[in-house]
């Protein structure tokens, strides 16, 4: 399976941005994908996740500013930014797997990760 993430960039405080996930390779039609980012010097941290069901699950800091959707006849991913914060600065991880028993927001639910793209927020 590859990940590959686009669309990071550069963006003043409350402005917007869209990120993109295409994921291929699968051989199994129940996997799920989901957006993780890492600020310098903290833990990776789940921003949202879509499972194979349907069953969608956001972090509580991003609830009612960030929307993830999928479009699957591209077989992509989407992370919707809305009133972006300052605190929001990370690099921005697409990660994916194949699992019956569809994943949460925890990074040890995927096996298979994109490069990263660096989202910065300025006030």
């Known amino acids: 399976v590859q990940v590959v993430e686009s669309g990071g960039g550069s963006v003043q405080a409350g402005g917007s941005l869209r990120l993109s996930c295409v994921a291929s390779g699968f051989t199994d039609w129940r996997y799920c994908m989901g957006w993780f980012r890492q600020a310098p010097g903290k833990e990776r941290e789940g921003v949202a996740t879509?499972?194979?069901?349907?069953?969608?699950t956001s972090a509580d800091s991003v609830k009612g500013r960030f929307t993830a959707s999928k479009d699957n006849s591209k077989n992509t991913l989407y992370l919707f930014m809305n009133n972006l914060k300052p605190e929001d600065t990370a690099v921005y991880y697409c990660?994916?797997?194949?699992?019956?028993w569809g994943c949460g927001l925890g990074a040890n639910d995927y096996n298979h990760w994109g490069q990263g793209t660096q989202v910065t927020v300025s006030s």
């Open positions: 879509f499972n194979w069901d349907g069953r969608t």
């Open positions: 990660a994916a797997a194949e699992t019956r």
